[in-house]
């Protein structure tokens, strides 16, 4: 079992990874992994002892693409996510672009896209202390993958309500 979950920043993606995990391991009993392309600079976040910091984090991903090409952390992610395949469910919540979604629609992923009202997500933003970057790359191309999506669904509820869609959608 493989899923990507796509949308832009604060619509509700880590969530929405955080509680299929939860589904999948009450209801099939299996482990899950969530796991990331961005890892990589996820990491460096926590060397660094910051918080998720966005703009450091899609200035990082542009200078690696530009010096070691524009498939290196669709590389990453193949090259550190290989041994899990058969061992449990995957979960990646930070599929943003264009070229990792296609990589993941050739490989069997399950696509799902979140959307969220962007007031809401500015929201959501604030209470984390994250920084409202719309205009990046990263946030601009998931909404035109919208369409080619198994599954899609608007998250402008509660958790709980996030969770009834996961719920029924699984």
């Avoid at 949308?7 to 939860?22: F, H, R, V």
């Avoid at 090259?79 to 050739?106: G, H």
């Amino acid at each position: 079992m493989k899923i990507t979950i796509i949308g832009q920043q604060c619509a509700g993606k880590t969530e929405a990874a955080n509680i299929l995990c939860k589904i999948i391991e009450k209801k099939e009993k299996l482990q899950t992994k969530i796991l990331k392309f961005a890892q990589p600079l996820y990491e460096i976040n926590t060397i660094l002892q910051v918080m998720k910091h966005r703009a450091f984090m899609q200035e990082q991903s542009e200078l690696v693409k530009k010096h070691f090409g524009q498939d290196t952390f669709i590389n990453l992610f193949k090259k550190n996510n290989n041994d899990d395949a058969t061992e449990c469910a995957l979960i990646n919540d930070d599929c943003r672009y264009t070229l990792e979604f296609l990589w993941m629609i050739k490989h069997g992923w399950t696509t799902v896209h979140i959307d969220a009202d962007k007031f809401l997500r500015k929201e959501r933003a604030k209470k984390l202390g994250l920084d409202f970057l719309e205009n990046h790359a990263s946030e601009t191309e998931s909404p035109s993958l919208a369409k080619l999506c198994q599954w899609r669904f608007t998250n402008n509820g509660s958790l709980p309500a996030l969770f009834d869609k996961l719920s029924t959608i699984f």
